[in-house]
Nanobody, 113 residues
Framework: VQLVESGGGLVQPGGSLRLSCTAS????????MSWYRQAPGKERELVAT????????EYADSVKGRFTGSRDNAKNTVYLQMNSLKPEDTAVYYC???????WGQGTRVTVSS
């Protein structure tokens, strides 16, 4: 299993970013995918789970209404569209196969003016 995140960067409060995670080494379309984040000095937390086609995508309360998860099974890629970003969204964001213990290297998001 290989997971490669991209799309992070520095953005001002209220701005937007779209993160991508490209997967390989397993049948991507059959697995739920999750996004996690880890802020400095804090534990890693679940942000969103993007389910296989036909099932519900779930979000942490802190990002509901601002973040949208999606996936393109033809590209083996899962996305996290992040809008109305806040300084407290600053973290390293990771994707993960929900039922596997494999992590990508993460992509850093910094929300600051």
């Amino acid at each position: 299993v290989q997971l490669v995140e991209s799309g992070g960067g520095l953005v001002q409060p209220g701005g937007s970013l779209r993160l991508s995670c490209t997967a390989s080494g397993f049948t991507f379309s059959k697995y739920d995918m999750s996004w996690y984040r880890q802020a400095p000095g804090k534990e890693r937390e679940l942000v969103a789970t993007i389910a296989t086609i036909g099932r519900i995508t779930e979000y942490a309360d802190s990002v509901k209404g601002r973040f949208t998860g999606s996936r393109d099974n033809a590209k083996n890629t899962v996305y996290l569209q992040m809008n109305s970003l806040k300084p407290e969204d600053t973290a390293v964001y990771y994707c993960k196969v929900r039922t596997m213990d494999s992590w990508g290297q993460g992509t850093r998001v910094t929300v600051s003016s």
